[in-house]
């Protein structure tokens, strides 16, 4: 029985690499709606509070704004708030995704309610992975880049299977395995497909003068 549970958690968990693009493109007023209360409105909330009421806003040229107290603790508390909302996001992408991937229809107040349950581990999870793939960039980069393949489905295992959190990393080291390079390529081709996609936007923004 162990066996075949394995499996099926291995399959599964497989299915959320190379399905990734069909689940979004079947949910994405969900995924957007996440990404927009967990991300975007904290984002947007917490910019227009520095830039309006805590006077940081530095004439050209004056970088002493970086030694008062008000910048500091504005810029605390923006981490303190992307770790939280940060950590929600991914558990509540994570489910939705488990969830269609299942055929079951995920739901925006499920999902969110799965996120903030799981708040806490998900932070203890960013933080060890975070420090764990920073160490190995500084030792000549490479390092980091085999560890940030060998974590990256960290949470999926976490959240579907509901070990314990040292236990996720031993299960994504796991369920990587044989697949890294191809994720290397999969998560390249990401990041170069944003790019080519930002550059209408930022050219559309106006240019300071």
């Known amino acids: 029985m162990a066996e075949s549970e ?5 399959f599964e968990i497989g299915a959320v690499i190379s399905r990734a693009f069909e689940t ?3 949910n994405i007023v969900l995924f957007c709606g996440l990404a927009l209360v967990l991300a975007g409105l904290p984002q947007f909330v917490l910019g227009y509070w ?9 004439s050209l040229g004056d970088s002493s704004f970086v030694f ?6 504005a810029a605390i508390i923006t981490w303190l708030v ?14 939705a995704t488990v969830m269609h991937l299942s055929g079951e229809t995920p739901q925006f107040g499920q999902c969110l309610t799965v996120g903030i349950s799981l708040i806490l581990p998900m932070i203890a999870i ?13 030792f000549l980069i490479v390092p980091g880049i085999i560890l940030w393949l060998v974590w990256s489905v960290v949470t999926p295992a976490y959240v579907q299977e509901k070990v314990g959190i040292f236990e996720a990393f031993g299960r994504s080291a796991e369920l990587t395995s044989g697949s890294r390079w ?6 390249l081709i990401v990041v170069v497909l944003i790019w080519v996609l930002s550059i209408p936007v930022r050219a559309s923004l106006p240019t300071p003068r």
Not at 50 to 58: K, V
Not at 82 to 95: D, N, Y
């Open 6 to 10: 394995f499996g099926e958690a291995r």
């Open 24 to 26: 979004i493109g079947a």
């Open 50 to 58: 520095q830039a309006s009421n805590i006077g940081l806003r530095p």
């Open 68 to 73: 008062s107290s008000g910048y500091w603790a």
């Open 82 to 95: 992307g770790i939280v909302t940060g950590a929600i996001l991914q558990a509540s992408l994570t489910r």
């Open 126 to 138: 960013g933080l060890l992975a975070g420090l764990g793939i920073g160490i190995g960039f500084i």
């Open 182 to 187: 191809r994720i290397f390529l999969t998560m």
